[in-house]
Every structure is written in structure tokens, then in C-alpha cells.
């Protein structure tokens, strides 16, 4: 992975702000710092900003749990001492900048907007080796795009049969005893009602007060009148949803009561 090194005109080897291909332009806090100095020089002002009282403002000025998500370490080129640091994203470092002046603050948005662009901008191969890597990278990536299809359509040939079969069944207006359901399901009846109560979709204390909750009402469940008195029975889309909560696979639903 390519990174590309944006440089102050007094930079130092640590006050860098970096850009990663595919991550978002960050500036550090001793960037910052340097950027104040500069603008504060460049208009006649020789007072010095510490980086030290820089950071002790950044809580004040993002918040105690704002500031936190920001903070990392750097290690010192000439003392090998590793000291604390903020690297900010865009809105942050212009809320920073801001609350020195808003000069400094347009500054700061400037120099973003062109990292910004930096990054959405490819970098064309300047010589022989660098296009042939080019090509390199190309052709893998499309070797690679190429893989993904052929896998997302041996799996889309998998799932399309069960896909076409669950909306067959659940689009039909067939409704089932819980015996039939039972058997479709490939479990027993007493197992597939203690299930309905369980999970809510229906109450009573035998088959002949079973009755839907409202929740699942129509939908899943039906109350239907029989020569037996009321029973509860479930429907396509019901039956489909139960199979789907229990990871089982429905073949046919060809079976009438």
C-alpha cells in the first residue's frame, strides 16, 4: 500500500500529516501546532504555541470522551521517547484550528479538501516499472472481481431452488393443520404446538381453545371453522417462516389435509 506524505514548509520528520490509499486524511496535533506558529509568524506574532498547551485544550475543546477517540502516540526522531499525540479527521481539525481563529481555521479546511483530492485522485505510473506493476494490479483485481461472480453464482444457484420453492409456498392460499405442518416440517405435532405456544404465536390449553395472537393473526395463523369446531392452522407464509426460524428445509408442501 502506497503512502503519500503531505509536508509543512518547516516540517519535521515527526509533524507529518499522512494519507493511506482508501482511509481518511488525518493531521496530527503537533501539525497542528506548527500550522498556529506559522500563521502567527507570518502576521507579526512571535508568541510560540506549545504543544504541550495545545493538547491540554483539545478535551476542553471536543470533549474528555470526544478528545479520547482521537489520541496515539508519536515517537521522538532524537530521543527515541515516545510521547502523547492527536491524529484528527477534517471536522476535528477545523474545530481545533477554529478555536484559535477562524483564519487558521480556513487554513486547516484547505489543506484537507486538497488531501481529500489527493486521495480520490489516482497516481498515473511514471515509468516502465510502475505501469507494468499497474497492469500487474489490474489484472489481478479483475482476475479477482471475476472469482467473486463465479462464487456469488454457485451460490445463487444453491439458494434460487429453496428461494422459488418458499415463495411458492408461502404466495399459495392453502393453510395447514398443525399435524400436516408437522410432517412438512419434519417434526412431531406435539413438538411443532409446543413450539407456537412457546414462541408466543399462539395460546390456550388444548387444540379446541388454540387460538392466534394477534401478532400472527391472518398472517401466519388462521382460526378456521371445521366440522370439529375451531382449529388452528397455518398458513403458507407462516409455514415458511417457521421452517426459516428452525433452519429447516422445505421440499413440497403438496400435502393436503
Known amino acids: 500500500m502506497t503512502s503519500l506524505s503531505l509536508q509543512t514548509q518547516n516540517s519535521t520528520p515527526f509533524n507529518t500529516a499522512i494519507i493511506t490509499a482508501n482511509t481518511v486524511p488525518t493531521m496530527t496535533s503537533l501539525e497542528i501546532v506548527e500550522f498556529i506558529n506559522n500563521h502567527r509568524q507570518a502576521n507579526g506574532n ?15 475543546v471536543l470533549g474528555e470522551e470526544g478528545s479520547r477517540n482521537f489520541s496515539d502516540t508519536y515517537t521522538h526522531p532524537q530521543n527515541k521517547q515516545t510521547y502523547p499525540c492527536y491524529v484528527f479527521q477534517k471536522r476535528e481539525a477545523c474545530l481545533m484550528a477554529m478555536s484559535y481563529s477562524y483564519d487558521l481555521q480556513a487554513e486547516i479546511y484547505d489543506r484537507m479538501t486538497a488531501m481529500e483530492q489527493m486521495v480520490l485522485q489516482p497516481k ?92 400472527h393473526d391472518r398472517n401466519h395463523l388462521k382460526l378456521v371453522a371445521s ?17 426459516r426460524k428452525l433452519n429447516i428445509e422445505l421440499t413440497t408442501a403438496e400435502v393436503e389435509d
Open 124 to 215: 498515473l505510473p511514471s515509468n516502465f516499472k510502475e505501469a507494468l506493476q499497474f497492469l500487474i494490479e489490474a489484472e489481478e483485481q479483475k482476475e479477482q472481481l471475476a472469482l467473486q461472480v463465479v462464487q456469488q453464482q454457485q451460490v445463487i444457484e444453491v439458494i434460487q431452488p429453496k428461494a422459488d420453492v418458499y415463495d411458492i409456498i408461502a404466495n399459495r392460499d392453502n393453510t395447514y393443520t398443525i399435524r400436516v405442518a408437522a410432517k412438512l416440517l419434519k417434526v412431531r405435532p406435539k413438538d411443532l404446538t409446543d413450539w407456537l405456544i412457546t414462541n408466543k404465536w399462539m395460546y390456550g390449553r388444548s387444540a379446541a381453545t388454540y387460538r392466534p395472537s394477534s401478532q
Open 227 to 243: 366440522q370439529y369446531g375451531t382449529q388452528v392452522r397455518v398458513t403458507g407464509k407462516g409455514l415458511v417462516w417457521i421452517a
Open 46 to 60: 512571535n508568541t510560540v504555541l506549545a504543544h504541550s498547551d495545545f493538547m491540554r485544550k483539545v478535551p476542553e
